[in-house]
């Protein structure tokens, strides 16, 4: 961390938001309404491992603050608003979560339970079967990069040292984010073989990488506070993949999430973010309403009542920093 941003976290921040500054600066936003995004929450710091996780301590701060400053509405709402125009009175925020971590049925929700907010929770179909390891692939990733942080890792015929490839420098998980679904999977399960990652992962906490089961699934599904979305089934970078093979995994994370909760499943978060003009096409057409980005990629996205941004929330910064840059969020990532 440069001395920048080290006195920022310490002293800027917490001074701004001590202060109720950056209600000065939300309020300079012309926009109403903020999707805000997580993926888990973990009651021991996981960065060292992922930096997919937000601690407990500091995601009850976070509640506290929203309900303090902001209605809370769910994703499906945020929508409705959105396509009627309708802008609220006051600063307005969604609450979402990807992947379908097991932490969010054991750690996050009981704190929605507490204070009552309702989240979104978007669910790669997956967790509604069986799996070799119950986790998402790039957490498989996670585990080389672990154990394995100063030797080179064979993917296939494809050499990575400290985590570039020898010869492009392009990083382990783009790389094989552009993978076609089967060579994916393929190099997937050899890696798991070569490098004994089902027996290393149980070595790392079960709340950092353990997806939902389908009867965990089920019943996180009956609580008042949750609403499930799809998240595909098998977490492809599906504005990467052929478009057949997009459709495919987009209508199946649908049946298989629709037949585990016994609810219509209609909106659609994408996997790291990752479509296309024609993906989005295929996804409204298999009957996803509400389908969101992490940031919007196309030109045609602000006009597209179907998608719409969301902020992201880090887990490697400070809570002040976070409820900073969340206020800031308004005007770039905000809408209404």
Known sequence: MNLVAAISRKAVFPLLINTRAEKVLRNFSGHSVLN???????ANDSTYFSPRHISSGQFEKHLKYYIKNFDIVTVSEAFNMYRNKVVPKRKTITISFDDGYKNNLDIALPFLEKYLVKATFF???VCAHDMKIRTVWSDIISVLLHYYP????????ERFNAYLHENTKEQIKGFMKKLPPHKRDKLLDNLIESYGVADKIKEIPEE????????ELITFSRSKMVDIGAHGYLHYNLGNIDLKEAEKDLSLAKSVLEEAIQKPVFQLAYPDGSYSESVKDVAQRLGYENQLAVNYRLQSDGRDERILNRHAISSTTTYESNMFFLNFAFRKTGFL
């Open 36 to 42: 805000v995004m997580y993926h888990g929450v973990v």
């Open 123 to 125: 669910i790669s179909g």
């Open 150 to 157: 100063d030797e080179g890792i064979k993917i296939g015929d």
């Open 208 to 215: 950092v990488w353990k997806l939902m089961t389908r009867k």
